[in-house]
């Protein structure tokens, strides 16, 4: 699909619906966390052109509420594939240590995959304002700066952001409000619908940042 210098209203209507409706099975909390959700799509697609960005959490009260899923679509539509997951460090020196070699893979996305406990990190904190991250590489006897530009996203169940990560962070809340979440179905398999059509759904995602741009921000 093209992509029009100055989008028309019809066209980013018809590039929000198209976006709104891959969201439109997910039971979220409200309003801001449907719009934390998007964020996080958009945000990875243009990643690579921006100096900072926010990480972004998917939490819910249960398992099988969808948050892993959620975080799966930002990466579905960045590359096509399903997210690269790691666990949550023990200790903030080891994190220390496995961040440089997470940003030298130069993976575009990473998520933190079912944090249990209050998720911080000052290393990550760093990360998530500078466009440069400079520390010894593991087990050699130098160092090396890396550009941070990935999409970083966390999911739990009641997941929490602790010190300044919070103020680095957005979370989307989902609420299925029923008592057995996995037997709720969708009515598209977005792990396949996206990949099939992401030909035609990052152009229409694309043409809503355009018109953002076009319109002076």
Do not use: W
């Not at 900072?52 to 009260?61: C, D, I, K, N």
């Amino acid at each position: 699909d093209n992509i029009s210098e100055n989008p028309t209203p019809e066209e980013i209507d018809i590039a929000k619906n198209d976006l709104l409706n891959i969201f439109i099975d997910f039971p979220f909390e409200d309003e801001a966390s449907r719009s934390v959700a998007i964020a996080a799509v958009l945000t990875a697609l243009v990643r690579g052109s921006i100096s900072s960005a926010p990480m972004f959490g998917f939490s819910a009260p249960k398992m099988s509420s969808g948050k892993s899923l959620l975080a799966d679509i930002v990466s579905l539509f960045l590359t096509g594939k399903r997210n690269s997951v790691i666990s949550q460090s023990q200790s903030e020196s080891e994190e220390k240590k496995r961040i440089i070699s997470i940003l030298l893979e130069g993976d575009p996305i990473v998520c933190y995959d079912n944090i249990e406990k209050p998720f911080g990190s000052p290393t990550l904190c760093s990360i998530l304002t500078e466009e440069n991250y400079k520390d010894r590489i593991l087990n050699k006897n130098e160092t090396k700066s890396v550009l941070t530009n990935i999409t970083f996203l966390a999911t739990g169940n009641n997941l929490t952001f602790a010190g300044e990560i919070s103020t680095r962070a957005l979370l989307c809340k989902l609420d299925p409000k029923v008592e057995r979440p996995e037997e709720r179905s969708f009515n598209i398999n977005l792990r396949l619908h996206i990949p099939q059509n992401r030909y035609h759904l990052v152009p229409k995602c694309l043409t809503l940042l355009r018109g953002y741009i076009a319109a002076g921000k």
